[in-house]
């Protein structure tokens, strides 16, 4: 598996445009997608990834798209999304009986009631993660230590001093990771190292441009790449083996011509 980690979004330092553009090139990038934010999933939590709204700008699924993309293909491209909550503290129910932490994301994921331009704008991003990533899961974890005076030196603290629940939670999202993780693929073919490194050149190449990285240019791009590779090899393989022939063909010739002088000679000896 290949980690890939992100500065964090909504910095003071950066633009929404940045943002969007980091966001963006993870998700072009993974198969398996990690989103995690602190508490709950509240409308405070979905107003931090109102950046989806900006997808559309900053990626074309075809290179015909002159505009902003519709978004409508997105989902097939787009890795698995795992939203990971941290220093979870509430009790995963509904009306009196126990959820999953699944049901607990499609629930804070359902538009609510409400005509201002608040409540449209987060249900706008609402549609759009049920729309983008149509494999979604759900992951709550529990506040690591009970000790207040202990959260700012947490990385400090031996991971036995960390609470059993809070440590079997890591345990299970790492497992999780590692085995629900696929390789990642693109118009259905297996992308490797070297392509995931072409792609990304690819991507980032047309964000430095202030352009919208298209997916199906790139992907064009590192077949035709992959395509000449192969190309050449043959041709290397070709070259060998005729050298290879031709050396045996001189070869037997010259021992050919050899015999044939030797016994020519003999026959005139006698």
């Known amino acids: 598996l290949l980690f890939m980690d992100t500065e964090g979004l909504g910095s003071t330092s950066r633009s929404?445009?940045?943002?969007?553009?980091?966001?963006?090139l993870a998700l072009l990038l993974s198969s398996y997608f990690v989103?995690?934010?602190?508490?709950?999933?509240?409308g405070s939590a979905i107003s931090k990834l109102s950046l989806v709204v900006n997808l559309t700008?900053?990626?074309?699924?075809?290179?015909?798209?002159?505009d902003a993309d519709t978004g409508?293909?997105?989902?097939?491209?787009?890795?698995?999304?795992l939203w990971v909550v941290r220093d979870f503290g509430v009790r995963l129910e509904r009306d009196?009986?126990?959820?999953?932490?699944?049901d607990y994301l499609e629930d804070a994921l359902k538009p609510e009631p409400g005509v201002s331009d608040g409540a449209d704008t987060k249900n706008s991003v609402r549609l759009l993660l049920r729309?983008?990533?149509?494999e979604r899961d759900c992951v709550t974890m529990v506040r690591p230590v009970t000790d207040e005076a202990k959260l700012a030196g947490l990385a400090a603290e031996p991971w036995d001093a960390l609470r059993?629940?809070?440590?079997?939670?890591?345990?299970?999202?790492?497992?999780?990771?590692?085995?629900?993780?696929?390789?990642?693929?693109?118009?259905?073919?297996?992308?490797?190292?070297?392509?995931?490194?072409?792609?990304?050149a690819a991507y980032t190449g047309a964000m430095n441009e202030n352009r919208a990285p298209t997916i199906s240019t790139a992907w064009e791009?590192?077949?035709?790449?992959?395509?000449?590779?192969?190309?050449?090899?043959?041709?290397?393989?070709?070259?060998a083996a005729f050298r290879e022939l031709s050396t045996a063909r001189a070869k037997a010739d010259a021992a050919a011509e050899a015999a044939g002088a030797a016994e020519g000679g003999e026959g005139e000896i006698g």
Do not use: W
């Open 16 to 24: 929404e445009t940045y943002d969007s553009r980091v966001f963006a």
């Open 35 to 42: 989103y995690n934010s602190v508490g709950t999933i509240d």
């Open 57 to 66: 700008k900053h990626i074309h699924v075809r290179s015909h798209s002159r």
């Open 72 to 81: 409508s293909e997105f989902g097939q491209f787009f890795p698995q999304f």
């Open 96 to 102: 009196g009986r126990r959820i999953s932490a699944r």
């Open 131 to 134: 729309s983008f990533f149509p």
């Open 164 to 200: 059993p629940e809070f440590r079997a939670q890591v345990d299970a999202l790492r497992r999780r990771v590692f085995t629900g993780a696929r390789p990642k693929t693109l118009f259905g073919q297996p992308v490797s190292g070297a392509m995931l490194v072409e792609l990304a």
């Open 221 to 239: 791009r590192v077949v035709d790449s992959r395509c000449a590779e192969a190309a050449e090899a043959a041709l290397r393989e070709y070259d």
